[in-house]
C-alpha cells in the first residue's frame, strides 16, 4: 500500500477501509498455515490450533483434511466433528470432494480446509477450493488452511527452476495477502528428510524417489528460505498497514525500505542503480521519487526527458517510480513526509555539485534531509563515484515541449501594468498614494497566476518603476527625495517580486494537478473500460482509441498470428502497413525494443513501433504516427504512452488466459465424452453383441439338438439384441447430428396424439412389462412438430421410464394446455430422480445411479431428447413425483400462431 501525498499524523484512508475490512463481523477470517514443503507440520500444527478452539467452546468442524496416513496426524482428528464428503462423478471413478454446501447449511464459527491449492473435480461448484474457502468467508465463517509455498502464484517460476518441477496448481498472491493471519510452520531440512527416512511424510518407495529428486538439502533450504521472505514479505505489508490506520509516524524498522531520490542531474541514473544494490543487500523493496515543482516546468528537453528515463530504469530494475508535487514547504519536508507515511527505512540522494552561493541562496536538499530525517538512515552518494554510471543511450528521440516563452505573455503583463497606472491616476484623488501600491500588487498577482513567473517579474519591475515615476515625488522622475519614500519603493518592490513568487507556484501546482487529474481519470475510465470487455476486438479496439484520443496520433496494434506480426485493430480503422512499417513493427516484436520512426532502429518507417509486454513477456506493438515533423512524443507524453500500453497489455493477457482456459475446459470436456464414448462403446454395445454372438453360435453348433421353442427363444435374442443394439448406434450418430449442427427440424402441422401412438407401437417390446395409461385433452390443438424427431423424443422418454421402473408398475403419458402452451409429461413409478441429479439428468453420457436391475445406456437418450425438443422451439425439464416415488419428464411446446387464430375463430 503506497500513499503519496498523505500527512504522517493523519490516518491512511486505504488503511482505516482495509483495518475496518478486517473488523467486519459479517466475514470471516481466514489463517493460513504455510511451509516450505509438504511434511513440515501444517496440518499437524493447524488440527492442534483447532482443538485449542474447541477447549475454548468454539464451534469446529472438518470441512477437508488429508492426513496422508500419518498416524500422529490422524489422532488429533478425534473429537472433532467432521463434514462428510460429497462423492462426484468424473470418467467413471467417484471422487470425494469437500461438502460446501452441508458446510454452509452447518453454519460453524470455524472451518478447517486443507490443501488451499486444490483443484476440484469437474462438476463442483468451484474449480478452486481457495473459491470455496472465499464462499465460506463471505458466510462469515472463519476458515483454516494450509499451502506450501511453491503452490503460491508469484513464485511458480522461481520454484520450477529451484526444483525442475512446474507445480500445476497454485493459489492467487491475492488470496494469501488477503490472509487475516499467516503462520510459518517451519522445519529446519535436516530435520525434514529424517522425518522422510522415517516414514512419517511418504511410504517407503515414495519417500526413496523424493529423497532422490526433489527433497535434496539444497532444494529445501532454498524453498525454506522463500518461504521465510515471503511470509516476512507478507508481515512487512501487514505492519505498514497497521501504522498507517493509526497515524503512526515512521520508521519502524522491521523490515527495511529504499527510498532513492530523483532529479534532472545526469547522475541519477547511479543512484537508482545504487539504491537497487542497497535494497538487494537489505533484502528489502525501493521506490525512486521525483518532487515535481515550478522549477520542472522551466527544466529543458533534455533534462526533463533523463527524468523520466531514470524512473523508468527503476521500474525496471524491479522498484517502484512515482512522481509527487510540490508542496508548500521545502521539497525535503515533502520526501520525509512521504518516507514517515511509508515506513522508508533508507533514503538514498547524490552530493550536490552547486556552490555553497546557490546553497545559501536557495537552501539545499541534502542539508534539509540530513536535519529533517530523524530515525531514518540518510545516504549522501558523492558525485565522484556516480560520475561513469550514466543513464542509457536512448532508443527513442522525445518530441520538444512548447515553449513556454510566448511574446504575448510578456506584452500582456505590460499592458496589466498600463491598466494599473490607469486605475492608480483614477483613485488617486481620492484614496492617497497608501492604496496605489495595492492596485499594481493586483496586477502582478493577476498575471502571475495567469502566465507564470517570468512575466509576473516583468510585471513586478515595471509597476515598482511606474510606482516611482508616477506617484513618488519628485513626479515624472525616476529620482525620490523623500527617505521614507525610498524604503517604501524598495519595499513595494520586494514585495512585488515575492507575491509574484508565490502566486506563480500556486499556478505551477495547479497547472500539475489540472493535468495529473486529467491523465488519472481518463487512465481510470480506460482501465473501468477494459474491465469490462471480454473479447480480444474490443480490448484491441479500446486501447487504440485511448491512445489515440490521449495522444493525438494515429494508432494501430499488432498481434502474433502463425509465425509474423499482424494488424489487429487502428484508430482510425487501419488494416495494412507498407513494407517499411512492416518491418520495424516485426524488428520491434522480435527484439522486444522500439523501432521505426524516432528509434535508433529502422527510423525511416512512418510509424513508431513499441513493444508490449506483461511478466510473462512480449504479447504484442503498438504503432503510433502524427502529422508533425520529428519525434512524435515528448518525455511526458512518452510516459503516458507506456502506461497506457501497459494496461492494454495486461487486458490482453487476461483476454488470452480466459481463452486458454476455455480451451483447457473443452479439452477436459472432450476428454470426458472421448472416455464415455469408449465405455459405450466397449461396455453398453459389446453386451448385445455378446449376446446375438451368443445366441447365433449356439444355434450353428446345437441347432439340430435344440426344441423349436428353444431356437425361437434364441432367434427372439437375436432379435431383441439386435434392435437394442441398433438403438445405441442410433442414439450415437443423432448426437453427432446435434454436435454438428446437422439437425434441422421439417415442422408441420401435426396431431399429437398419432405422434404418441406411433411411438407407443414402436416401443411396445421395451415397455411389454409395465402398465401404460395415455391421458390426452380431447382440446388439444395441432402442434408444429417434425413428427420422426419427436417420435424420437417419446420414445427415448418412454425407454428411460422402462430402464428405471419396476416391472408391473404404470407409466403414464398425460398432455393438455398449460399457459398458451401445451405440456406433455411421461410419469413413471420408479425410484425417482436424486436431487443431486436433476439438473444433470440431460448432460451427454450422464447416467444416474441405478441398481443391477436397470438395463444399461450410453446415457445419450435424455441428452438427444433435450436436443430435439429445443430445436423445435420446446422445452424439455425432470423432476420427482409429489405423491409418491417416481420420475416425471416435462415437454411444453408452443402452439402455432396460425393454430391459435383457428381456435379463436
Known sequence: MTDHHRDPQRPSPDALLEAARRED???????????????????????????????????????????????????????????????????????AEMDLD???????????????????????????????????????????TTVNIQHIESLNDVVAQITGVRVRETVPDAVFDSADAVELIDLTPDDLIQRLREGKVYVPKTAERALAHFFSPAKLTALRELALRRTAERVDDQLLTQMQARAIPGPWAAGERVLVCVSEDPRAAGLVRYAKRLSDRLRGPFTAIYVEGRETRRL???????????????????????????????????????????????????????????????????????????????????????????VPKKTVASARRRADLDPLHYVVALAAVGLALAVGELIHPFFGIENIDLVFLTAVVGVAVRYGLLPSLLASLTASLAYNFFFLPPLHTFTIADPTNIAAFFFFTGLAILVSNVAARVRVQAIAAKDRARDTAQLYSFSRKLAGVGTLDDVLWATAYQIALMLKVRVVVLLPENGSITVKAGYPPEDTLDDKDLAAATWAWQNDRPAGRGADTLPGATRLFLPMRTGRGPIGVVGIDGDKPGPLLTPDERRLLDALIDQGALAIERVNLVEDMDRVKRTIEADRLRSALLTSISHDLKTPLAAVLGAAGTLRDLGGALADAQKADLLATIVDESERLNRFIANLLDMTRLESGAIAPNATLHDLGEIVGSALRRAAKILADHRIEVALAPDLPMLALDPVLFEQVL???????????????????????????VRLQVI???????????????????????????????????????????????????????????????????VPASTRLDNAA
Open 828 to 894: 413413471d413409478e420408479g425410484p425417482g430422480i436424486p436431487p443431486a441429479d436433476i439438473e444433470r439428468v440431460f448432460d451427454k453420457f450422464y447416467r444416474a445411479r441405478k441398481g443391477d436391475h436397470v438395463r444399461a445406456g450410453t446415457g445419450l437418450g435424455l441428452a438427444i431428447a433435450r436436443g430435439f425438443v429445443e430445436a423445435m422451439h420446446g422445452t424439455i425439464t425432470a423432476g420427482n413425483r409429489t405423491d409418491r416415488t417416481g420420475a416425471v419428464i416435462t415437454v411444453s411446446l408452443p
Open 300 to 390: 529543458d528537453e533534455v533534462a526533463r526527458d533523463r527524468i523520466a528515463d531514470t524512473l523508468r530504469l527503476a521500474t525496471a530494475l524491479g522498484g517502484e517510480a512515482l512522481t509527487v508535487p510540490e508542496g508548500d514547504t521545502r521539497t525535503a519536508d515533502d520526501i520525509v513526509r512521504y518516507a514517515q507515511a511509508n515506513n522508508i527505512t533508507q533514503i538514498v540522494v547524490g552530493k550536490s555539485s552547486r556552490s555553497r552561493w546557490f546553497e545559501a541562496l536557495h537552501g539545499s536538499v541534502v542539508h534539509d534531509l540530513v536535519r529533517r530525517a530523524g530515525n531514518i538512515s540518510v545516504h549522501v552518494i558523492a558525485g565522484e563515484d556516480l560520475a561513469g554510471d550514466p
Open 102 to 144: 452441508a458446510i454452509l447449511a452447518r453454519r460453524p464459527k470455524l472451518a478447517l480446509v486443507d490443501e488451499l491449492a486444490h483443484t476440484n473435480a469437474p462438476g463442483s461448484r468451484h474449480p478452486k477450493r481457495h473459491l470455496d474457502v472465499e464462499e465460506l468467508l463471505d458466510a462469515g465463517i472463519d476458515v483454516y
Open 25 to 95: 463481523e459479517r466475514s470471516g477470517k481466514l489463517k493460513i498455515f504455510v511451509g516450505a514443503a509438504p511434511g513440515v507440520g501444517k496440518t499437524y500444527e493447524m488440527l492442534q490450533a483447532a482443538r485449542a478452539k474447541l477447549r475454548d467452546g468454539v464451534d469446529v468442524v472438518i470441512g477437508v483434511v488429508e492426513t496422508h496416513g500419518r498416524p500422529e496426524t490422524e489422532a488429533l482428528l478425534d473429537g472433532l466433528p467432521v463434514i462428510p464428503r460429497k462423492l462426484v462423478s468424473y470418467r467413471g471413478h467417484e471422487l
Open 795 to 821: 420414445f427415448n422418454l418412454l425407454d428411460n421410464a422402462a430402464k428405471y421402473a419396476p416391472d408391473g408398475t404404470t407409466v403414464h403419458i398425460v398432455a393438455g394446455r398449460e399457459n398458451g402452451g
